[in-house]
């Protein structure tokens, strides 16, 4: 059902970066979210759909890499954001299972 609902959602991601800061837009069909961070800093945050997670983003190269646990079962989700070819290519993996998500630049 989730993977569904994320054929439509119509995400769409803006970054900006000053220096170690950052800072996210995500607006999809469902909601839209403002994300403050800095690189090594622990936050939380709300999954689109509501799972609570715990972590920080830390850059590796060209190459965005946030390090989550969720805080209902202390799993660990390792999200990847990094530019190839002028898109956005954002990875995901959750227990052994891989994602890939490709956002292309209007």
């Known amino acids: 059902m989730k993977r569904k609902l994320a054929e439509h959602d119509n995400l769409k991601i803006i970054i900006e970066q000053t220096g170690d800061k950052f800072h996210i837009k995500e607006s999809s069909t469902f909601r839209t979210k403002d994300i403050d961070f800095t690189l090594g800093t622990t936050f939380d ?33 390792t999200t990847t954001r990094a530019l190839v070819g002028g898109e956005l290519v ?17």
Do not use: P
Request: contains cysteine; proline residues 0%; charged residues 30%.
């Open 45 to 77: 945050y709300a999954l689109a759909d509501g799972t609570e997670v715990s972590g920080a983003w830390e850059m590796e190269g060209e190459t965005l890499k946030g390090t989550f646990t969720r805080k209902d079962n202390s799993k660990v989700l």
């Open 90 to 106: 954002q990875c995901y993996n959750y227990e052994g299972v891989d994602a890939k998500r490709i956002f292309k630049k209007q």
